[in-house]
């Protein structure tokens, strides 16, 4: 019976290492968030409401630094795919959205500040 705690304490010590806040943010879901963006962030205008919840959405999903800075290397990635993408479009789309976010949409962005 006490190796069986004890086993059992080991193992939820090593899951609270393995499963830390901050790395539950996966590229899939910054993309899957912003893919209804693509269209304002390459012709301009005016976001439509897909997108902005979508932006909404990607604010919700990344609560602490860690999860921010991850979102930041996936927007970052996913902008460069995408030479077309409107620079300033990129970085009004959280403003146009009416959300007050510190991830930065840009291809240039140093998301380690």
């Known amino acids: ?7 059992m304490l080991v193992l939820v010590a ?4 393995i499963v830390t806040p901050g790395e539950a943010i996966t590229c899939g879901q910054v993309d899957a968030s912003l893919a209804s963006c693509i269209p304002y962030l390459i012709a301009g205008g005016n976001p439509d409401a897909a997108c902005c919840d979508g932006v909404k959405n990607l604010k ?11 979102a930041c290397e996936c927007v970052k990635a996913a902008a460069a795919r995408y030479p ?4 300033d479009a990129a970085s009004s789309l959280p403003q146009k959205c009416g ?15």
Do not use: F, G, Y
């Open 1 to 7: 019976m006490k190796a069986a705690i004890v086993s």
């Open 14 to 17: 090593l899951m609270q290492m």
């Open 60 to 70: 919700s999903i990344t609560p602490a630094t860690a999860d921010r800075r991850a």
């Open 84 to 87: 077309n993408i409107k620079e």
């Open 99 to 113: 959300v007050q976010m510190n991830i930065p949409i840009s291809k240039t962005t140093n998301c380690a500040k």
